[in-house]
Structures are given as structure tokens and as C-alpha cells.
């Protein structure tokens, strides 16, 4: 799975801290899926990396500040519903739960301060198209909203809110060692 996130930090309690990023995702699963009348139900564990946030807020107090996210990730347990129209195409729709992290940290000139490295509850919802290549091959492209909740990494450190809405392009390979049965 990879895309662009269109990204922001917020400070849920002060909203004057607010920024945000275009990031790049990339990430895989693995999972079971379950035929269904029409389609899919698919149960699966999703991890995703997400590249550097780097970007300006506003804030009266620090105008020339930067927000900046290292080793942003998520590991979530996402349940999916396929419903085709033909024998190739068909829609999706489901989310998932799970925790999402990632270190936070200010830039002011040439200096870069972060905290530590801190992690939260996190869920996302979406849904997209697919198009079946194959009995074992199957693409899709997504749209979902992903959330951490709300992360105090210490007290000198404003709590901050990372959400995203994502674009996904996906390749599904079901059964990928089925030539090793017997």
C-alpha cells in the first residue's frame, strides 16, 4: 500500500497550534479473507510508516516555529468488506483500531528540539474501488481518515493530535505460497 496523507497537527485544547503536511504512506498487511455473498470480508493486521512532517503553525507566541514528526507509524486490526458489481469490479467499505506514534518535535532556526517518542489509540475508516485482475491479484484505490488521539509526550510539551485523510493504491495477492501445497 502506498499514497500521499494530507496531514495536520493540532493541539486540541489551543487552537492556535495547528499545522499542516502532505506526507508520503507506504505500508503492508496480512490477513485472512472470507468469501461472501457478493464479495469479501477480509480481517486483517495493517502496519504503515508515514515519511517526516515538516511543517510551519501559527502561534502568536513562536511565529517562526516548526512542527516536525519523526518515525510517525500504526499498527492497526482493520476488518473490510468487499460487495462486487461484476466479476471484476466492485467497492469496499470498513475501518480498523489499533495505536499509531510518533516523535514529536519544534524547530526554531537551525536548532530542532524533540520529546520523546510517544504513542496512542488510533483508528481509521474509509473505503474505495477494487478491480480483480485475477482470481489471486486484486487492486484497489482508497480513501481513509486516519486519527491518533491525543498525545502529552511531557509536560513542557503541548499535547498534539496527529490526523490524516489518506489516499491509498493497494495490491491485494491472495494466497501467495499456493504453488508450495500438496
Not at 37 to 52: A, C, D, F, I, N
Request: charged content about 15%; cysteine-free.
Amino acid at each position: 500500500m502506498i499514497g500521499p496523507s494530507f496531514a495536520s497537527v493540532t493541539n486540541p485544547y489551543d487552537a492556535t497550534f495547528l499545522s499542516s503536511d502532505t506526507l508520503f504512506n507506504a505500508g503492508g498487511a496480512l490477513g485472512v479473507a472470507f468469501e461472501r455473498e457478493h464479495g469479501r470480508l477480509r480481517l486483517e493486521v495493517e502496519g504503515m510508516g508515514r515519511s517526516t512532517y515538516n511543517a510551519p503553525f501559527e502561534s502568536p507566541t513562536r511565529p517562526f516555529a516548526t512542527t516536525v514528526l519523526v518515525s510517525n507509524w500504526s499498527v492497526m486490526q482493520n476488518m473490510w468488506r468487499d460487495l462486487m458489481f461484476t466479476d471484476r469490479f466492485g467497492v469496499y467499505g470498513g475501518g480498523g483500531i489499533g495505536a499509531g506514534g510518533y516523535m514529536l518535535g519544534e524547530s526554531l532556526g537551525d536548532t530542532t528540539n524533540f520529546a520523546t517518542p510517544a504513542a496512542a489509540f488510533a483508528w481509521q475508516a474509509g473505503g474505495g474501488l477494487l478491480w480483480q485482475l485475477s482470481n489471486r491479484l486484486t487492486f484497489d484505490v482508497g480513501y481513509r481518515f486516519f486519527q491518533i488521539n491525543t498525545i502529552q509526550q511531557a509536560a513542557d510539551v503541548e499535547p498534539n493530535q496527529f490526523a490524516a485523510s489518506e489516499l491509498m493504491f493497494s495490491l491485494r495477492l491472495y494466497e501467495p505460497f499456493r504453488q508450495w501445497r500438496r
